[in-house]
């Protein structure tokens, strides 16, 4: 289906098929590149979630906002190509400048400003919006806010055995959404406006994507989402100079709706509870429930919002049980848990894949070392007609390799090695650690074996993983 959506939208056959992670997601994305266009598939079997994105993605189009073009939807509308914007979200450039001892630099905080002025566009600019067509409610109401709380009650707060009296809990949520309701709630809400859903150009420029939870409610939502973003890990005082910035831009609207600035930074802190609450239960479901380790390890910063917001920043409303699950919670374990040391102390692994015809790949840390595993002895795609023209990385060449026993004893076997070096590295506070596959052709069996390994030590260890395919990138360098 893919190769011939492309075909029809390209005029030109799909030579690569790329599949993308896709997060915290039930959606399934995939890069087609042809000879001369490219693109991004997004695979979904629920339809009014996708009806909902599409009908948005060209509306803002329609209206100058940076978001990615449609191109083409399937007659189903299970499926749709839209505009490859690349694969730098801010959240990992902001990470990779703090990696390399930047800090959250000057560069950095001029791309959050303008995320924020762009923010403002988005939630002014949909007076006309058809709320109707929103997913899966038409206005973050009583029943949004319901829902955002029970996820954290239930997939937080049961499976980290924090203690609460459930009435008494309940009834503090209804207390807290009363107050929240009192705010105007009739902006364009973004629903998920967080630094992995913006994208970065290459001349630095913004693009914005997964917006298709959006629907109508209060504009103090969005911006919680951008700067308490757990991992994102903003410091406090850009925090407020970010808040500050985003009221200045706002205040004409604010004003002319008959609403005070100063009600409205008040209650932008209930929001940000509201946020981490959300956001802990879904670490909380993606972590404990699906056993993703990489969401547990946002828990920590998590907690030192929610501490930070109750001890600098507490509600005019009366919340006793919610007060007394905020403190448990902060003197929990989980609080401490997991490693949270800076990014730039973090391990770097760099995973690589080559062709053996070329040479095995130099280690740019300049320590040397490392590991190199020959995948040759794996059975060969590239001797197959049909899998020639595919990589390692696309969904063919995927399928034929990840059902056979001796690639799967192969991964577990290279894991061992991997992995023991992984932790001795970090219990000792080396900076890179370099991981090579090698095939004959650097094209499939390399290829796979590197993706996979990557997201393994992604998937059970806190550290910066690098992927490079050396062959396939300099394919992609001589043409």
Known sequence: MLSSLFEKWAGEPCLQQLALGANGSNRHYVRLIGKTHRCIAALNDDVRENKAFVYLARYFKSRALPVPEVYLVSDDYKCYLQQDLGDTTLYAYAYDK??????????????????????????????????????????????????????????????????????????DFSTLIEYLLQEDCTYFMYRDFQSRNIMVSDNRDLYYIDFQGARRGAAQYDLASLIYSAKSDIPDVIREELLEYYLQLMEPHITQRGHSVDTFRHRFYGYVLLRIMQAMGAYGYRGYYERKDHFLKSIPLAIANLKNIVDFHPLPVHLPQLEKVWQAIAQSPLASSFNTSSIADRLTVTVSSFSYKKGIPQDPSGNGGGHVFDCRALPNPGRYPQYRSYTGRDLPVIDFLKDLQEVKTFLDNTQNIVFQSIEKYQERHFASLMVSFGCTGGQHRSVYCAEQMAKRIKQHYDCYVVVRHVEQENKILKN
Do not use: C, H
Request: hydrophobic content about 35%; cysteine-free; aromatic content about 18%.
């Open 98 to 171: 703090r990696r390399e001892g930047g800090g959250f630099d000057k560069d950095t905080l001029s791309l959050y400003r303008q995320a924020v002025a762009d923010l403002v566009r988005f939630q002014t600019a949909g007076g006309d919006i058809d709320y109707s067509i929103a997913y899966p409610r038409s206005d973050f109401d009583r029943q949004s806010m319901q829902w955002d709380l029970n996820y954290f009650k239930y997939y937080f707060l049961k499976l980290a055995y924090i203690p609460f009296d459930e009435q008494l809990l309940e009834n």
